[in-house]
């Protein structure tokens, strides 16, 4: 049963891998066996991230700017260069913007949405080849979008972030749209995080992780193993017959807002 969770010969790519959820889920992935290719913009972020993940496997980083058709491009020609195929594409570069409502910019929206779904859709569809050179009856390829659990449930009042929540219930659909189109040789999910700690959550948990989980059904925050977990199972032979899913990974914040 534990072969059905290994990765051994795989290649999987992280966006928004230089940190936060994408390291904690590249690191599940290496340490179940896949090689892993690691992106995002910032190069600093990427080296440190290359140096904490190498001793659990091989990972690679490739610096992009993923909200423009030229850094999908550049990030698309670098991988074909290095690699045949990719069985997963997890799609977790993300952006966010927080403004009162009356003062909200447009280019609070359009840096968000550019990021979150326009770069998502752009991206999946460059490396459809890649991906379907891996795919198999019996282990199609897999792309994994990072949603959210503001996508699902709107955020409490004064939360402000207006274009985030907005932009990943347009993930939730997206990913739902593209798991029809692309089956059945790509397997196309969501994994909507709660609270993680990370550069994007640390206003949110200004209070203190332990704090804020207490009021989470399950009583804390999410840790890393939580989201490696949850990209390891999607990447995995043991989610073949699952497409078009949007799975909370909240600690059950989701039923209680």
Avoid: C
Wanted: without cysteine; glycine residues 10%.
């Amino acid at each position: 049963m534990t072969d059905m969770f290994r990765l051994d010969g795989k290649v999987a790519v992280v966006t928004g891998g230089g940190r936060g959820i994408g390291v904690m889920m590249a690191r599940g992935l290496l340490q179940a066996g896949a090689t892993v290719y690691l992106s995002s913009r910032k190069k600093a972020e990427l080296d440190a991230a290359v140096a904490e993940l190498s001793a659990h496997g091989i990972v690679h980083a490739i610096p992009a700017d993923l909200s423009t058709v030229d850094g999908v491009q550049a990030l698309v020609s670098d991988l074909a260069d290095r690699e045949d195929a990719i069985h997963a594409l997890f799609n977790n570069a993300g952006a966010a913007w927080g403004a009162p409502f009356g003062e909200f910019p447009e280019s609070g929206f359009d840096k968000v949405l550019d990021v979150n779904v326009k770069g998502v859709f752009l991206l999946t569809r460059a490396l459809v080849p890649m991906l379907t050179a891996a795919a198999t009856d019996d282990d199609p390829a897999r792309v994994i979008n990072t949603g959210s659990v503001d996508g699902i449930i709107p955020p409490e009042r004064g939360r402000n972030n207006f274009s985030y929540s907005a932009s990943k219930a347009a993930v939730h659909m997206l990913t739902k749209h593209l798991a029809g189109e692309l089956a059945p040789r790509i397997l196309v999910n969501a994994i909507a995080p709660g609270l993680f700690q990370s550069r994007m959550t640390k206003e949110l948990l200004r209070a203190g992780p332990e704090a804020v989980g207490s009021l989470l059904p399950l009583g804390r925050i999410g840790r890393p193993a939580d989201m490696a977990g949850i990209a390891v199972f999607l990447a995995s032979r043991a989610s073949t017959y699952i497409t078009g899913a949007v799975i909370p990974v909240d600690g059950g914040a989701s039923v209680i807002r």
